[in-house]
């Protein structure tokens, strides 16, 4: 996919999230949004995936470690074809499988159930460590927010794979610099990010624009390229990116757009794939 093209099904994942959250009455649309591009660019351009074979043990993993983000997983996989996008307005419904955090026993191409944050590196761990020892080339992704990285298992699970030395393992934060309480640099500050990860013996990458395919881009190849330590990209992104009122907006964290607030929503998303089709 070109750059216009990663734009342009960005911007339909961004509807699914926003419909789907609305359709559920419940849900986090916020970090959702932020981390749109950085899933995007993973399932359409960076991970050798096959929705027609979700289980190929050659396949690349990835485990949404802040597993609350359901909501732009479920919109990019359904975008990706693993199964139809209609169902994403089933989120959270009893009896859907869609529920509010990912399921790898009912979803096709989820790899890790989570939710219990913290958690989710230190299965993204494991997976890349079980890849070396069994001789396979896939390598493992694992997106997680910037207050989740307040839990000590992160720097367990760091320390791990520094260690091991798993240059197969990109470990992403999504740096939208809000949690559910508030900044994260006044709830208790993870800064500085980088220096942290570079303590554990990682590879870092500062994104400046988490947002931006080309800065993606650029990541995402710099640590392909990176042999003998794990890579952890450290991606600033925008909050509730792409719905005005949402950006930037504490509030929506976790709670769901009503009617009028869904009609603005879907109409900033229609203006600016109108906007994405005139380039």
Known sequence: MNKLELMKTANEV???IVSGVHAAKAGHPGGSLSATEIFTYLYFEEMNIDPSDPQN???DRFVLSKGHTAPGLYSTLAQRGYFPKEDLLTLRHLGSYLQGHPDMKHIP??????????QGISAAAGMALGAKLTGKEFRVYTLLGDGEIQEGQVWEAAMFAGAKKLDNL?????NNGLQIDGPVAEVNTPYPID????AFNFHVINVEDG????????AFDEARATKGMPTAIVAKTLKGKGVSFMENQVGWHG???N?????????????????????
């Open 259 to 279: 009617d009028a607030e869904y009609a603005v929503a879907m109409a900033d998303l229609e203006k600016a794939g109108e906007a994405l089709c005139q380039m």
């Open 57 to 59: 043990p050659d396949r």
């Open 14 to 16: 961004r509807k699914g």
């Open 170 to 174: 990109v470990v992403i934060v999504d």
């Open 109 to 118: 191409g989820v790899d890790m159930s989570s939710g219990s944050l913290g």
């Open 211 to 218: 947002n931006d395919f080309d800065q993606l881009k650029a």
């Open 195 to 198: 220096k942290k990860f570079e």
């Open 255 to 257: 709670k769901a757009p």
